[in-house]
């Protein structure tokens, strides 16, 4: 199969790529960074250059193609967050109906099936209702869980002020993603046959706050660490001080808002998958702590 994945060498897209190249997939590679041509040939996969904003270059790219894999890369400096998720999903859309792909695996998240109040997660909730409309078009959306990985962002908090904190409570659960396991079950849709547009919950372990403090703290020689929840207020002061841009910043606490009242896991826990991903929290904490150690 001719499979086109987008997000370049990421936390999902690299370990995607080689389990398709391995399989013997002829894989192109969407990346930005012309830099990055040399290891993504390494990985056995086409390199096309090119930003995802391009409607023009998306459409060339995707044109033969037998499936995509979809993902709206980060971009921090959006003044409006949901606006710059709905233009990347706007371009997906026309590029794949032009282009005349059949089969689409997107990522989306958790949380997606709330119109509002999910913060980021607004904006691809937004791109799944456009990828919908597609006619004759398979789409599988990937709703994963809270990324472990999100927490090498933390690593400064507790090397500094000895805490990890945000703006909910320890006694708040949360339903978590290890990025390889997204990519493995990316791997499967892509590889294997879905009709319709449907929906896959991507979940690799489920824990509260508290477990997952002592987890990570543990893992790092400091099994007291404390976990300090903040007002809004404070969250949002603490992610622009750290230099996030407000509008970015406030989409985070609102995101943090859902974990904290739970609406985020709602859809999910009515239509848990009969099997979790295998990296649970204790793998992902020997990951942590060799990068908090490094």
Do not use: C
Not at 11 to 35: C, N, Q, R
Not at 246 to 273: C, H, Q
């Amino acid at each position: 199969m001719k499979i086109i994945v987008t997000g370049s060498l990421g936390h999902i897209s690299k370990p995607l790529a080689e389990i398709l190249t391995g399989a013997g997939h002829d894989v192109t590679i969407i990346s930005s960074d012309s830099g990055k041509v040399g290891a993504i040939e390494a990985l056995g996969a086409k390199a096309a250059i090119g930003s995802v904003a391009d409607l023009a270059f998306l459409t060339k790219t995707f044109t033969g193609a037998d499936a995509v894999y979809t993902m709206v890369p980060p971009n921090f400096g959006a003044t409006n967050y949901r606006q710059y998720i709905n233009d990347i999903g706007k371009n997906y859309t026309a590029a794949i109906k032009a282009s005349g792909v059949t089969r689409v695996v997107n990522l989306s998240s958790i949380g997606a099936h709330l119109e509002n109040s999910t913060g980021p997660i607004t904006g691809l909730h937004d791109v799944e209702l456009m990828l919908n409309t597609l006619d004759n078009v398979a789409v599988k959306h990937l709703r994963a869980g809270f990324f472990y990985v999100n927490f090498f962002a933390n690593i400064d908090m507790i090397k500094h002020q000895g805490i990890l904190g945000n703006n909910y409570s320890k006694e708040a659960r949360l339903v978590m993603v290890h990025p390889r396991d997204i990519a493995e079950a990316a791997a499967q849709e892509l590889q294997g046959s879905f009709s319709g547009k449907s929906y896959r919950y991507v979940i690799s372990d489920e824990q509260k706050i508290s477990t997952l403090v002592k987890t990570l703290g543990t893992a790092i020689g400091k099994p007291e660490l404390p976990w300090v929840e903040f007002s809004d207020e404070d969250s949002l002061a603490g992610m622009t001080g750290a230099g996030l841009p407000p509008a970015i910043a406030s989409t985070f606490v609102e995101m943090g808002s859902a974990v904290r009242s739970g609406i985020l896991w709602e859809d999910y826990d009515k239509n848990k998958p009969a099997a979790l991903g295998r990296i649970k929290l204790d793998d992902f904490a020997k990951e942590f702590a060799a990068a908090y150690n490094s």
